[in-house]
């Protein structure tokens, strides 16, 4: 079994102990977690959950270091790390994709256009080698390539500012051709 099923085993317990509980919430489920529930043959084991739109409580943290412990996975298994990222892509709401396994947890995932334009920002963000295979995965267009840089543009001007912006371009481009070749 591989940790995405192990993932998927811990999200049904924790619906279980949502119903017990009788808590419902809503989740919006972004990163590889994503690419998984696309459908997409994801050989990469990934290793949490991402979720926005949802402030965890006590409560949903202490069930959710119950689970961990049960399914021996770290605390942090499931997370809204992810809550940071601002501006989320415009199209992101319009473009979910809703799971209906679960009755106590409203899931929602990002597309994998909306998919492929976040992991372009993080693999230019943070460089990490499971970035780029993920996008090797994605098979992204070019067109694709090019709604990611212009996400990865409005993150650098909302967060730094147009000179930042312009002081960076040479570096976009750079990143930019990198993966037209790399995609291919």
């Known amino acids: 079994m591989n940790t995405s099923?192990?993932?998927?085993?811990?999200?049904?317990?924790?619906?279980?102990?949502?119903?017990e509980s009788e808590i419902s919430i809503n989740l919006t489920i972004i990163g590889s977690m994503a690419i998984h529930l696309n459908g997409?043959?994801?050989?990469?084991?990934?290793?949490?959950?991402?979720?926005?739109?949802?402030?965890?409580?006590?409560?949903?943290?202490e069930?959710?270091?119950?689970?961990?412990?049960?399914?021996?996975?770290?605390?942090?298994w499931i997370n809204s790390r992810a809550n940071e990222i601002n501006p989320l892509p415009i199209e992101l709401k319009k473009k979910l994709k809703?799971?209906?396994?679960y009755s106590n947890i409203i899931l929602s995932y990002i597309d994998i256009e909306t998919t492929i334009i976040m992991k372009v920002y993080a693999y230019y963000i943070r460089?990490?080698?499971?970035?780029?295979s993920d996008l090797k995965l994605l098979s992204p267009t070019q067109e694709q390539i090019t709604k990611g840089i212009a996400y990865l543009e409005l993150q650098i001007k909302y967060h730094h500012g147009e000179n930042q912006l312009l002081k960076d371009q040479g570096e976009i481009q750079n990143f930019k051709e990198f993966l037209k070749n790399e995609l291919k």
Do not use: V
Request: avoid cysteine; charge should be negative.
């Open 127 to 132: 460089n990490l080698e499971k970035d780029l």
């Open 5 to 19: 099923d192990i993932l998927l085993e811990a999200l049904n317990e924790l619906n279980t102990e949502l119903q």
């Open 98 to 101: 809703t799971d209906t396994r």
């Open 63 to 76: 069930i959710t270091k119950r689970i961990a412990t049960k399914f021996n996975l770290p605390n942090d």
């Open 40 to 61: 997409l043959n994801f050989t990469r084991m990934t290793e949490d959950i991402d979720y926005i739109n949802y402030r965890p409580t006590p409560q949903f943290l």
